[in-house]
């Protein structure tokens, strides 16, 4: 009879390895997961500034071409001159509005970083998909490798091993190449 016992023993030590080994890999997925929504969450903002931005930018111009528009419409007079150079002021500024490459902060540039943020934005949320869907493996792998000790049912850590395997899968596509798997966006 001992011999029975130290196999069951010796088995569940491995079942206690595979558990703790599956356990590991959740807080790696887990603290992944966090640190992706959090960037996803960082790149939103950012990207809603920087289109807060544009949109302002664009309502000052529509502004100053309206004043523009109205000040073409002035008949010739003594204060022609001061009308000209007014309006050529303001189409300086409206063209440094709408590209400003010192500085950045021209329409043509605000839209561009908007978009980049959006993309960092995409990615990260793209990774943390893929770290949710590895967590929830290893979490199922765990409780499987657990009811195999209760049960003694060897079908139940294979099945665990299995999970674990994939969410490995999961947790290193999220981190390496989030794009190759299509069918989990």
Do not use: C
């Amino acid at each position: 009879m001992s011999g029975g016992h130290g196999a069951v023993e010796g088995s569940n030590k491995r079942v206690a390895l595979l558990i703790s080994v599956l356990a590991l890999f959740l807080a790696f997925s887990e603290t992944l997961g966090k640190a992706s929504q959090t960037d996803s969450i960082g790149a939103n903002v950012e990207a809603a500034n920087q289109w807060a931005y544009f949109q302002a930018r664009t309502i000052r111009s529509t502004v100053l071409k309206t004043a523009d528009e109205a000040l073409a419409l002035v008949p010739p007079g003594p204060n022609q001159d001061a009308i000209a150079a007014k309006r050529a002021e303001w189409a300086k500024t409206l063209a440094r509005w709408d590209s400003e490459p010192a500085t950045g902060e021209g329409r043509k540039e605000l839209s561009e970083k908007a978009r980049a943020s959006e993309g960092r934005r995409d990615l990260a949320l793209l990774r943390y998909h893929h770290y949710e869907l590895a967590s929830a493996a290893f979490q199922i792998g765990i409780v499987l490798a657990s009811a195999e000790v209760i049960t003694g049912i060897a079908l139940l850590v294979f099945a665990g091993g299995f999970l674990g395997l994939a969410g490995a899968a999961l947790l290193g596509f999220g981190y390496l190449a989030p794009h190759a798997l299509p069918f989990f966006h």
